[in-house]
């Protein structure tokens, strides 16, 4: 019998194939020295990705991120890795949406004045009619364009090179003095870090709003940080350089200043589209198919 | 010369034309005799309204908001009255979004943790697969489904009466236990008045949204607020019956419940489509052309 290492149950598993499940808390189970085929549990920190090694069947490990820069040194030779592309993608928008609504609604200022019961009113900014740049226009900016288009803002589209109808990254310069809104959904490597440093961020117009989801490293922190004290700019960001944000940090208390703690990715949008992809790699593997998503 | 009475200025005013403006706070400037046309400054409360009787050569009032029943009583005979139909369309879509994605993405967990520094991090619901009854399918409720089509929520669009690919509201007892969130965008009539009233909410499934930004007159608050403070239901509401909610009112604080003073219509996008449909309405009225949106 082959076996399969899956994070959750309820996984349709092919007959030629036995299921144990760890969910990547705890120990790992005993008995795992027949598993073939290893789902990371995911989003449960550094200790999923050290049973790689010691597992020694393995011939497919299966990660449910799109990252998988920390798996590649502990992947012995021979063994396929397919990653988590896509599955991500609607719930990073959503969060995305919810943090510029929350902004240009002033949801934090209704939420303290629910605390004290106050009805007091005045009107917000807007998402219709913004000019947003949407800065990283992979699969996840073109779903957070759905629905920056169906609130009728203006998408202004940028990526690494342009092509007809996106801009390359190379005309930020001339293109951040006319944002409303930047959006970043950027991966992090070498030429993304720092995509929005000091200098960039004083070409934004005043109280122009900058929201990463990306990586926190495209943005200088202490940049934003001073930006957002002079109240000059806004910020909404679901990810920070550091992470975690220091608890003492001043960006966590500064009027203008949205902050969650990386959880764009982590909604139960992600679970059913996860658990397809798990069921369609297991009966691809169970019949010596092509898997999708091998990334090595 | 002709007078029309302006809520704010920098509108553009044919020649035939002499405006005046008033924004609705303090006294009403003197010399209004001569007013032919009176726009309603929007959302200043009752004393603009009363104005109408006063102007003896009135001929239009152009309100900015939808609903005008509390004008009617104050209008003399012959005088025209045209309505902001559309004008805030796209402003309360979009707070139904802010809304939804607030209750679904945990914001005010995430608000509450930015207060003490904390990156406590949780997977949290979705707005994606959820089945969404939209209660109220006119050009609001359009509005709102093209956001929640681009965010891969199912659509089940509900009207007074059934026609194709929309229920009808009678349906409402065998829908209600099928919908993780329902949406209401009613106006206060007879017909919507307790629209969901104990008996309907039961009929929801646990940890069902129940959002309302019509007219808080649809849901009996009450029951809401026994089912929200049993952690039965879950409440994101921008309208509440009565308004202003009363500050010791137990709503106001319950875990579960986002609530808003009324504020859906009134965002930046409403003023750039309210100053266009002013332009036109003055342009029309200078060539004795017929105005838009005449209700009466």
Redesign the interface.
């Given at each position: 019998m082959t076996r399969v290492l899956l994070p959750w149950p309820d996984i349709a598993v092919p007959g030629e194939l036995e299921a144990t499940v760890w969910d990547g808390t705890g120990a790992p189970p005993p008995g795992l020295d027949d598993v073939e085929f290893y789902v990371l549990p995911y989003?449960r920190g550094a200790e999923p990705p050290k049973l790689i090694p010691r597992l020694p069947s393995l011939r497919v490990v299966q990660t449910l991120s799109a990252g998988y820069d920390n798996l590649l040194p502990l992947l012995p030779e021979g063994v396929l890795l397919a990653n988590g592309r896509g599955l991500h993608d609607?719930?990073v928008?959503?969060?995305t949406?919810?943090l510029i609504?929350?902004a240009?609604?002033?949801?934090?200022r209704?939420?303290a004045?629910?605390?004290?019961?106050?009805?007091?009113?005045?009107?917000?900014?807007?998402?219709?009619?913004s000019r947003v740049l949407l800065v990283g226009y992979g699969s996840i900016g073109k779903a957070i364009e759905?629905?920056l288009?169906?609130?009728?803002a203006e998408v202004v589209p940028v990526a690494s090179s342009a092509r007809e109808g996106v801009h390359g990254i190379d005309e930020l310069p001339r293109l951040l003095p006319t944002a409303d809104i930047v959006v970043l959904v950027l991966p992090d490597t070498p030429a993304t870090r720092g995509v929005l440093g000091a200098g960039e961020l004083a070409a934004l117009p005043d109280a122009a709003l900058v929201v990463n989801v990306g990586r926190g490293t495209a943005v200088d922190t202490d940049a934003l940080t001073a930006e957002v004290a002079a109240g000059r700019l806004r910020a909404a960001i679901d990810v920070v350089d550091p992470?975690?944000?220091?608890?003492?940090?001043p960006l966590?208390?500064l009027e203008g200043?949205?902050?969650?703690?990386?959880?764009g990715g982590?909604?139960?949008?992600?679970h059913?589209r996860a658990q397809r992809l798990v069921e369609r790699q297991l009966a691809h593997f169970a019949k010596d198919e092509t898997l999708e998503n091998v990334v090595r």
């Open positions: 989003d609607l719930s928008a959503e969060h949406l919810a609504l929350a240009q609604r002033d949801m934090p209704w939420f004045q629910q605390r004290v019961g106050s009805w007091d009113r005045e009107h917000t900014r807007s998402l219709a009619d759905r629905y288009v169906a609130g009728e992470e975690p944000l220091p608890s003492d940090h966590w208390t200043a949205v902050i969650t703690p990386h959880i982590g909604s139960a949008s992600f059913p």
